[in-house]
C-alpha cells in the first residue's frame, strides 16, 4: 500500500469511505485522474481499521487469467491458506474468502479495474462483479477503484451490470486552489497564487514543494531537472496513459496556456493527426485533461465554445516544457527560466488567477447566483467587444461583474476609476453591481465606493476549506 506518512486534504472524502467500511456497506466505487490520490486515500481510509482484513489487489496491463491468479494469490498471503493460491475462477476466489473470513469483515480493493476489464470482453467482468455485490457479501465490502474516468463512469451507467451497485461513489478530482494551499500554509498571497498557477492541484506535485524556496527555484527542481519525479510523472505516467489516443502530444501543446475553439486547434494541427482530432478530444473530455468551455451568455454558440487544459500543472508544462523540450535540452535551467519561462510567466499566472477567483465565488455565493463564469459582450454601437473576467449571474437575471488585477501592489484610485468607467460603458447586459479583486488591497478607502472589494485575504479565508469538509 501507498506511503501515507503526508496526507493532507481530503477529509470529507476520508470520512464517507470509512464510514462505509465501518458500516460493512457491500460495494463503493472510487474513481479520478492518475495521480490524484485515489490509493492514499484508501490506504488511509484502511491503516486504522483493526476489526477488519484488507486484501488489496492492483490490477495490471495483462490477461484476465493471469490478474486472476494474482488476485487469488493476494488473497492466499493475507488469509495465510495457500489452497487460494491455486484457484482461477473469480467466484471461487471470492466465495473462498467468504467462507474462511468465519464471520470477520473482509475488505477487498480492486485497484486500476479496468486493466483487468479491457482484458474481458465488454460488460463481462462487470456483471462478475454485480454477481459478487448482490449474492456473495454478506460480511465483504469491495472497493473497485479506477484511472480510466470515460470507463469508470461507463461501468455506473444505467446500461451497466454494476449499475446501482454501489452504495457509494467517490469522484476524487485535483485539489482546489484553497486546498492545495494547505501545502504552502506559511506563503504570501501572491506566492499562493503563483504556486497555485504553476503546480495545480495534483497531490503528487504538492508534495514535493518547498516552501522555503522561490518559485524558481520549485520550477526548477521539479519540472527542469532530468529525472525528478515529477516531471517524470508527467512524461511518464499521465503523458503515456493520454497517449493511447495518438497525438495528445501535439493537442495538449498547441493549446498550452490559451482557450482555443475546435476549428483553431484543427488548422494547427499537422495533416496526418487533424482527421483523429475529434476523438483525441473527446477522450481527453472524458480523462479529465481538458474541457469545453463557454462564456455564461453563450453557451450555445459554437464560435465562442472552448477547448483548454484543466490543470494547472499540465498546462504549465505543455505551455512551456513540452513545445521547448529541445532547448531545455541543451541549456541549463537558469538559461532556460530566464530565456522561455519569465517573460510570460506573470501573463501565465495573471490568468490562474481569474479561474481562482471564480472558483471562489463558486464555494461562497450559493443560491444567490444562476450562474458563474466569464461573459463575452458585443456593444455594436460602441464597437467594442471583449470579456469580463467573472460574472455571477442574479435570481433576477442581472450581473454581478468583477474585475481581477494580480497586481504586485495595491490597486490605485486612478486604475479602479480607469477600470471601472471601462467596464461602466458596456451597455448590452443588466449590471446590478460591479467588484474589483486585487490580491494586496486597495491603496485607498474602498468604504466610501458602492463596489465590491476583494483581497487576497478574503480569496484564501481559512474557513473556505468548511466548504471541502461538509
Keep these: 500500500m501507498r506511503n501515507i506518512d503526508r496526507f493532507i486534504g481530503r477529509e470529507k472524502e476520508l470520512k464517507i469511505l470509512k464510514d462505509s467500511i465501518k458500516n460493512r456497506e457491500k460495494g ?22 483493526d476489526s477488519s482484513v484488507v486484501i488489496y489487489y492492483e490490477c495490471v ?3 484476465y487469467l493471469y490478474n486472476l491468479e494474482l488476485l487469488a494469490t493476494e488473497a492466499s498471503r ?3 491458506l495457500s489452497y487460494i493460491r491455486s484457484l482461477r475462477d473469480i467466484f471461487d476466489i471470492f466465495e473462498a474468502i467468504e467462507r474462511e473470513s468465519r464471520g470477520k469483515h473482509i475488505v477487498v480493493v480492486i485497484d486500476e479495474y479496468p486493466y483487468m476489464r479491457e482484458s474481458c470482453q465488454s460488460g463481462v467482468l ?12 454478506s460480511n465483504i465490502t469491495v472497493i473497485i477503484s ?3 474516468i470515460t470507463v469508470m463512469k461507463e461501468i455506473l451507467e444505467s446500461d451497466s451490470p454494476l449499475f446501482g451497485r454501489f452504495d457509494r461513489v467517490l469522484n476524487i478530482k485535483p485539489f482546489s486552489y484553497i486546498e492545495a494551499s494547505l501545502f504552502y500554509p506559511s506563503l504570501a498571497f501572491r506566492d499562493k497564487i503563483a504556486f497555485y498557477a504553476v503546480f495545480g492541484g495534483y497531490p503528487f506535485s504538492l508534495k514535493m514543494i518547498d516552501e522555503d524556496k522561490s518559485l524558481f527555484e520549485n520550477i526548477k527542481d521539479n519540472l527542469l531537472t532530468d529525472g525528478v519525479m515529477v516531471r517524470t510523472t508527467l512524461e511518464n505516467v499521465l503523458l503515456t496513459e493520454a497517449g493511447r489516443s495518438g497525438v495528445p502530444q501535439e493537442l495538449l501543446s498547441r493549446i498550452g496556456n490559451g482557450r482555443m475553439r475546435y476549428s483553431e486547434i484543427e488548422n494547427m494541427m499537422s495533416e496526418d493527426v487533424s482527421g483523429t482530432l475529434d476523438r483525441s478530444l473527446k477522450r481527453l473530455i472524458g480523462m479529465d485533461i ?7 451568455n453563450r453557451k450555445d454558440d459554437k464560435k465562442k465554445t472552448f477547448y483548454e487544459i484543466k490543470d494547472n500543472l499540465l498546462r504549465f508544462f505543455f505551455s512551456y516544457i513540452v513545445p521547448n523540450r529541445n532547448i531545455l535540452i541543451r541549456t541549463r535551467p537558469e538559461e532556460f527560466y530566464s530565456l522561455m519561462i519569465q517573460p510570460s510567466l506573470d501573463t501565465f499566472i495573471s490568468k490562474r488567477f481569474e479561474e481562482i477567483v471564480r472558483e471562489y465565488f463558486f464555494i461562497t455565493a450559493g443560491a444567490s447566483a444562476l450562474d458563474i463564469g466569464t461573459y463575452w459582450y458585443d456593444d455594436r454601437k460602441k464597437h467594442k467587444n471583449g470579456e469580463f473576467d467573472c460574472v455571477l449571474k442574479l435570481l433576477d437575471n442581472s ?32 449590471i446590478s453591481s460591479f467588484g474589483f479583486v486585487s490580491p494586496l488591497g486597495f491603496s485607498f478607502d474602498t468604504s ?21 469538509q461538509r
Excluded: H
Excluded at 463503493?28 to 491503516?47: D, E, H, M, N, Q
Excluded at 462487470?126 to 457479501?137: E, L, V
Excluded at 466610501?448 to 471541502?468: Q, R, V, W
Design 28 to 49: 463503493v466505487c472510487i474513481y479520478g485522474p492518475r495521480r490524484v490520490g485515489k490509493t492514499t486515500l484508501i490506504s488511509v481510509a484502511l491503516s486504522d481499521l
Design 61 to 63: 496491463k495483462g490477461s
Design 78 to 80: 493475507v488469509l495465510g
Design 126 to 137: 462487470d456483471s462478475y462483479f454485480q454477481r459478487i455485490i448482490d449474492n456473495m457479501c
Design 146 to 148: 479506477g484511472s480510466y
Design 290 to 296: 481538458i474541457e469545453k468551455i463557454s462564456p455564461i
Design 399 to 430: 450581473y454581478k461583474v468583477f474585475e481581477v488585477k494580480n497586481l504586485s501592489k495595491p490597486m490605485s484610485f486612478e486604475l479602479y476609476k480607469e477600470e471601472r468607467q471601462k467596464m461602466g460603458e458596456i451597455q448590452d447586459l443588466k
Design 448 to 468: 466610501a465606493f458602492p463596489d465590491s472589494f476583494l483581497t487576497g485575504e478574503d480569496i484564501y479565508n481559512n474557513d473556505l476549506i468548511n466548504y471541502y
